[in-house]
Nanobody, 120 residues
Framework: QVQLVESGGGSVQAGGSLRLSCAAYGYTWSRFCMGWFRQAPGKEREGVAAIDSDGGTSYADSVKGRFTISQDNARNTLYLQMNSLKPEDTAMYYC??????????????WGQGTQVTVSS
């Protein structure tokens, strides 16, 4: 059974940092591409960062230069290092997985989410 489990959320003041982790269970890790998404109350879910099969990364404009996505292939774990946090970064953060080689850019597997709250 495949499962994604996020951790590392919390409450910080503006300007602070957090590192989110997403542990993947039951995956053939090398086959999957991972991403981070977030959803704030009353807003639609948005993509934050993604990493593809050759290690290339992409970021939402709102987090470029502040967030870094990475993965530890030995531990089947995805990370999101968040620096210079702003109140507008407050949201539930989710990791998600998609088959890199399916030809379809759809994330089919999602974690339960971890809450990030940034106070001013």
């Amino acid at each position: 059974q495949v499962q994604l489990v996020e951790s590392g959320g919390g409450s910080v003041q503006a300007g602070g940092s957090l590192r989110l982790s997403c542990a993947a269970y039951g995956y053939t890790w090398s086959r999957f591409c991972m991403g981070w998404f977030r959803q704030a109350p009353g807003k639609e879910r948005e993509g934050v960062a993604a990493i593809d099969s050759d290690g290339g990364t992409s970021y939402a404009d709102s987090v470029k230069g502040r967030f870094t996505i990475s993965q530890d292939n030995a531990r089947n774990t995805l990370y999101l290092q968040m620096n210079s946090l702003k109140p507008e970064d407050t949201a539930m953060y989710y990791c998600a997985a998609r088959d890199c080689y399916s030809g379809v850019y759809v994330y089919n597997d999602w974690g339960q989410g971890t809450q990030v709250t940034v106070s001013s």
